[in-house]
Nanobody
């Protein structure tokens, strides 16, 4: 059974940084796209960043220049480096592994990120 385990969330002051990690158990996920989504209270879950199996990356406009997504296929892990954090970045962050061909999709349990002084 596939499990995605997230870590790295927490409370940080505006302007600070956090690094999220999401590691998958099970078989190799090198052909999967890996991404991060976030959901603030009362709002829908939105894409933050995604990295394809070939390394193509897309970011939400709101995080461009501040967040960096990366992946380590040998560790089945995706990372999200978040710099210059703002209060509006406060949300539960979810990782997502997706195989476009088979339509298999896996979600992490979510990790809270709170940006506040």
């Amino acid at each position: 059974q596939v499990q995605l385990v997230e870590s790295g969330g927490g409370l940080v002051q505006p302007g600070g940084s956090l690094r999220l990690s999401c590691a998958a158990s099970g078989s190799s996920f090198s052909i999967y796209a890996m991404g991060w989504y976030r959901q603030a209270p009362g709002k829908q879950r939105d894409l933050v960043a995604i990295i394809g199996s070939g390394g193509t990356i897309n970011y939400a406009d709101s995080v461009k220049g501040r967040f960096t997504i990366s992946r380590d296929n040998a560790k089945n892990t995706v990372y999200l480096q978040m710099n210059s954090l703002k209060p509006e970045d406060t949300a539960v962050y979810y990782c997502n592994f997706r195989n476009w061909a088979t339509r298999n999709v896996y979600w992490g349990q979510g990790t809270q990120v709170t940006v506040s002084s």
